[in-house]
């Protein structure tokens, strides 16, 4: 009898002390529902275009999920935070027009059609920028494939076309397109076989600007004289030039992977308003360069792998040219750097590769506040001869040497712009890949170095850039 009562009473006390929790608990949660987070009071607005810059653009673009076992994309992800994040992303029309598709996933997983018509309805009528991929080209695919995304021409805007050619020139791809692009502006498309037919769908884009272009520029029409950005790669050098006599309004222009030669070539129209070129190739590249006038130009890449002394042409471009050259990078072309420096009064930053001997020889120039006298940023790439040893020659410069002309050039008693950023790395890799002993003195500080250590972190605490790396065989040492 006592044991029951015992029990009761003990009970009892559970249930008292249940409703105090409960009490408790309606008091605690009162407290959280009145809190809110500073992220979740933010205007749909702001919370909107935080999102939207969450985003990647057309050429990193994500895949729309095939399946519930693939790796979910941002837009998706911010739905799954809370209901508060999930209505603004899903009223932001933005988050949703940026995709990647794969027609190869299209004839597989039937389902994909299904989710891409969802995934675009959420764009509801914004610019769509995407990357349209497929691999295969070994039979040509079913016309209604293409017919999702190809209806919605009227939204593209920044499009990345990685296919096939037999698809590029299919009758329905190319009618579909024609005409139908008013609001395309940024086209990259790339084509790992030769066309073999003329490209029309891409002639009428009246607000197509940049371009970027692998192969045969010379079967793919487009309207050349808006466009203002122009990449291309793997051109002959015909290719190159037909470029440049077409796309009079450029103001951006690289070619990389230019081949061949430009035989009795036509000189193209003077290039007015183009500002940065880039010519990376062989022996085409120096051609090129000789009879191009560009009175505007501020940004020069030239690389043609050493495949032809282009003094004469390089020459011949500043002189008649006259450009205001702001950045200039060039290959192993020490001794053209000096003839034509006096042509560079406005140089601010300069990229170079030379060999470890001209090093010091640049550094005493620089010494004097006429030699380049607006110059910020120097980065040097430093090589050895084939008979160097690191024994005789243990390092590219006297680091003493180099100190001195950092203070100089930082110095405000200098007329010119502070001196903001130099960065070397000497890879005498050809000389020692087979000299594990070498390489291990190669990436120890000679004793200059260490001295001036100090000085330099001074002047890096400054806000100087400074930057010595060493790559010695497979091995790489960063000393500042």
Same mark, same amino acid.
């Given at each position: 009898?006592?044991?029951?009562?015992?029990?009761?009473?003990?009970?009892?006390?559970?249930?008292?002390?249940?409703?105090?929790?409960?009490?408790?608990?309606?008091?605690?949660?009162?407290?959280?529902?009145?809190?809110?987070?500073?992220?979740?009071?933010?205007?749909?607005?702001?919370?909107?275009?935080?999102?939207?810059?969450?985003?990647?653009?057309?050429?990193?673009?994500?895949?729309?999920?095939?399946?519930?076992?693939?790796?979910?994309?941002?837009?998706?992800?911010?739905?799954?935070?809370?209901?508060?994040?999930?209505?603004?992303?899903?009223?932001?029309?933005?988050?949703?027009?940026?995709?990647?598709?794969?027609?190869?996933?299209?004839?597989?997983?039937?389902?994909?059609?299904?989710?891409?018509?969802?995934?675009?309805?959420?764009?509801?009528?914004?610019?769509?920028?995407?990357?349209?991929?497929?691999?295969?080209?070994?039979?040509?695919?079913?016309?209604?494939?293409?017919?999702?995304?190809?209806?919605?021409?009227?939204?593209?805007?920044?499009?990345?076309?990685?296919?096939?050619?037999?698809?590029?020139?299919?009758?329905?791809?190319?009618?579909?397109?024609?005409?139908?692009?008013?609001?395309?502006?940024?086209?990259?498309?790339?084509?790992?076989?030769?066309?073999?037919?003329?490209?029309?769908?891409?002639?009428?884009?009246?607000?197509?600007?940049?371009?970027?272009?692998?192969?045969?520029?010379?079967?793919?029409?487009?309207?050349?004289?808006?466009?203002?950005?122009?990449?291309?790669?793997?051109?002959?050098?015909?290719?190159?030039?037909?470029?440049?006599?077409?796309?009079?309004?450029?103001?951006?222009?690289?070619?990389?992977?230019?081949?061949?030669?430009?035989?009795?070539?036509?000189?193209?129209?003077?290039?007015?308003?183009?500002?940065?070129?880039?010519?990376?190739?062989?022996?085409?590249?120096?051609?090129?360069?000789?009879?191009?006038?560009?009175?505007?130009?501020?940004?020069?890449?030239?690389?043609?792998?050493?495949?032809?002394?282009?003094?004469?042409?390089?020459?011949?471009? /500043?002189?008649?040219?006259? !450009? @205001?050259?702001? %950045? #200039? *990078? &060039?290959? $192993?072309?020490?001794? +053209?750097?000096?003839?034509?420096?006096?042509?560079?009064?406005?140089?601010?930053?300069?990229?170079?590769?030379?060999?470890?001997?001209?090093?010091?020889?640049?550094?005493?120039?620089?010494?004097?506040?006429?030699?380049?006298?607006?110059?910020?940023?120097?980065?040097?790439?430093?090589?050895?001869?084939?008979?160097?040893?690191?024994?005789?020659?243990?390092?590219?410069?006297?680091?003493?040497?180099?100190?001195?002309?950092?203070?100089?050039?930082?110095?405000?008693?200098?007329?010119?712009?502070?001196?903001?950023?130099?960065?070397?790395?000497?890879?005498?890799?050809?000389?020692?890949?087979?000299?594990?002993?070498?390489?291990? /003195?190669?990436?120890?500080? !000679? @004793?200059?170095? %260490? #001295? *001036? &250590?100090? $000085?330099?972190?001074? +002047?890096?605490?400054?806000?100087?850039?400074?930057?010595?790396?060493?790559?010695?065989?497979?091995?790489?040492?960063?000393?500042?």
């Amino acid at each position: 009898m006592d044991t029951n009562q015992t029990r009761r009473d003990r009970l009892a006390q559970i249930e008292a002390q249940i409703v105090l929790l409960e009490a408790e608990r309606k008091s605690i949660q009162k407290k959280l529902h009145s809190l809110t987070y500073p992220v979740l009071s933010l205007p749909f607005e702001i919370t909107s275009e935080i999102f939207a810059r969450c985003l990647p653009d057309a050429c990193t673009a994500e895949n729309i999920p095939s399946s519930k076992h693939d790796q979910p994309p941002t837009a998706f992800i911010l739905t799954q935070i809370c209901r508060n994040w999930r209505q603004v992303a899903l009223d932001t029309p933005r988050l949703w027009a940026t995709f990647r598709v794969s027609l190869d996933d299209w004839s597989s997983i039937p389902d994909l059609r299904r989710r891409f018509m969802e995934w675009v309805g959420r764009a509801k009528t914004s610019p769509l920028s995407f990357t349209l991929h497929r691999t295969s080209s070994s039979d040509l695919p079913s016309p209604t494939i293409f017919t999702p995304i190809l209806d919605l021409s009227m939204q593209w805007w920044d499009v990345d076309l990685q296919i096939p050619s037999n698809v590029l020139i299919m009758e329905q791809f190319q009618s579909h397109l024609y005409g139908r692009l008013p609001n395309l502006q940024r086209l990259r498309l790339k084509t790992e076989e030769r066309i073999a037919a003329l490209v029309t769908a891409f002639e009428h884009a009246p607000s197509l600007r940049r371009v970027v272009l692998e192969r045969q520029p010379r079967l793919i029409l487009l309207p050349w004289r808006q466009l203002t950005h122009f990449t291309g790669g793997d051109f002959s050098g015909k290719d190159c030039l037909h470029v440049l006599q077409s796309a009079l309004s450029l103001v951006e222009c690289k070619f990389v992977g230019v081949q061949g030669f430009v035989d009795s070539p036509l000189l193209p129209h003077p290039h007015l308003a183009l500002k940065v070129l880039h010519l990376k190739g062989y022996d085409a590249c120096a051609t090129l360069l000789g009879i191009l006038t560009l009175p505007s130009l501020v940004e020069l890449s030239y690389d043609d792998g050493n495949a032809s002394g282009f003094k004469e042409e390089f020459l011949a471009f /500043l002189s008649h040219s006259h !450009p @205001p050259l702001q %950045r #200039l *990078s &060039l290959p $192993s072309a020490y001794q +053209l750097l000096l003839h034509s420096a006096s042509s560079l009064p406005q140089l601010a930053e300069l990229t170079v590769s030379l060999q470890s001997g001209d090093v010091s020889d640049l550094l005493d120039r620089m010494r004097v506040a006429s030699f380049l006298p607006n110059l910020q940023s120097l980065v040097l790439s430093a090589w050895e001869p084939t008979f160097w040893s690191v024994i005789q020659n243990p390092g590219p410069i006297n680091y003493g040497r180099l100190l001195e002309v950092l203070n100089c050039r930082w110095s405000t008693n200098q007329p010119g712009p502070r001196f903001r950023s130099f960065q070397m790395t000497w890879s005498p890799d050809d000389v020692h890949r087979d000299k594990p002993e070498e390489n291990k /003195l190669l990436l120890i500080p !000679p @004793p200059d170095f %260490r #001295l *001036s &250590l100090l $000085s330099m972190l001074d +002047l890096v605490e400054q806000g100087m850039r400074i930057s010595v790396v060493v790559r010695a065989g497979h091995a790489e040492k960063t000393w500042i």
